[in-house]
């Protein structure tokens, strides 16, 4: 197996004496994440088309002396949005600032973070289609202009101030481009999807992730997590470690084929990563409702999940994985749910795709 050389060298050590399976390093499986971020083009697996376009990109706002033009990046949780803008900001050789729109409620708090940029960095807004609309008002000539337009004053005396701001660079990302507003949409220079990971690339990551942790793991254990998960590194991590636990107790502590599979069913993550949640939602459809179609909010309430939950999180893959279908009247499922799911007869077969 190979380790992918690593830039993150102190981040390795302080792993390595702290290994990931003890359970009482609350602390430190919060900072997982940013733990095993890879911090360069070269440690950052998968999205080959997007990181040759942004090495130009930032090839020539380098050669310009100028900030990266705004940036958008969408699609489904976990593929990696948050780790692609701390690259950029390390290969700018800036400081990025990250937030979300959620904490972005007052208008205060996103003129705040404004003026605290300095000229270069880079804010990241998480969630960036939840945005308020006055915080939207705000955002607009700071994108355009640079430049913050206060108001003071009431009615007759109201009077604008326009408060420059250095240049930076907003990058923003969003599970749900549709629902961002046309003008915030149009300020962005540049607009990407991050699409899901290949099984051999989840490989990669798992592979890097284990050299990073000093987990042993053979290359058919790596390929078999990455069957299962769900096309998202952040899945394929997160397995990683919960395989690697029962490496250490059931077994010598190696992940191999056999390993990662038999822990992947006690974990009742089936092969090809669905979990309870999402083999319960799809039963439902079969077993309730025929194969659909359904309201998604009728599903949220019988499998007591949030309806934002399911379209977020369950639902993309489900759609990619072609076991799940959005129709104008509701969800429904497809003979390879039936199949998958062990259903022999499928059963109104007009309402099928
Ligand atoms: N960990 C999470 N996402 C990753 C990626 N794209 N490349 C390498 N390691 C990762």
Redesign the pocket.
């Given at each position: 197996m190979s380790i992918?050389a690593d830039d993150n060298d102190f981040q390795k050590e302080k792993i390595q004496k702290n290994p990931v399976i003890k359970a009482e390093t609350i602390e430190f499986d919060k900072n997982f994440?940013n733990c095993?971020?890879?911090k360069s083009f070269e440690?950052?697996?998968?999205?080959s088309a997007l990181k040759e376009t942004l090495k130009i990109s930032i090839e020539a706002a380098k050669k310009r002396e100028l900030p990266l033009d705004h940036l958008l990046f969408y699609g489904p949780p976990g593929?990696?949005k948050t780790?692609?803008a701390g690259v950029i900001a390390e290969q700018m050789g800036v400081e990025i600032k990250i937030t979300s729109a959620p904490s972005l409620e007052r208008p205060r708090d996103i003129i705040g973070i404004l003026m605290s940029l300095k000229g270069g960095e880079i804010l990241f807004i998480d969630e960036i289609h939840r945005l308020n609309k006055v915080a939207e008002e705000i955002l607009y000539p700071a994108m355009e202009d640079f430049v913050l337009d206060m108001t003071t004053g009431k009615s007759q005396t109201v009077k604008t101030l326009r408060i420059p701001l250095p240049k930076f660079t907003l990058i923003g990302a969003t599970t749900k481009a549709g629902e961002l507003s046309g003008p915030l949409r149009d300020r962005f220079g540049i607009i990407h999807r991050l699409e899901f990971?290949t099984e051999d690339?989840l490989a990669?990551?798992i592979s890097?992730?284990a050299g990073i942790l000093n987990i042993e793991i053979t290359e058919e254990g790596a390929h078999a997590i990455a069957k299962r998960s769900r096309g998202t590194?952040?899945i394929?991590?997160r397995l990683i470690k919960r395989v690697s636990d029962f490496a250490l107790v059931k077994y010598d502590g190696k992940i191999t084929k056999d390993v990662a599979n038999s822990s992947l069913d006690v974990l009742k993550i089936d092969n090809f990563g669905l979990d309870n949640t999402d083999r319960n939602l799809l039963k439902l459809i079969i077993e309730k409702y025929d194969g659909g179609p359904v309201g998604i909010e009728t599903i949220a309430a019988a499998i007591g999940e949030d309806a934002r939950t399911i379209e977020d999180v369950c639902e993309p893959y489900l759609l990619q994985a072609g076991l799940l279908q959005r129709t104008p009247r509701g969800r429904k499922v497809s003979p390879a749910t039936y199949r998958h799911l062990g259903y022999k007869t499928v059963q109104n077969q007009q309402s099928l795709f």
């Open positions: 992918i994440e095993i971020r890879p440690n950052y697996i998968g999205q593929l990696g780790t692609l990971y690339e990669q990551v890097r992730t590194p952040r394929a991590n």
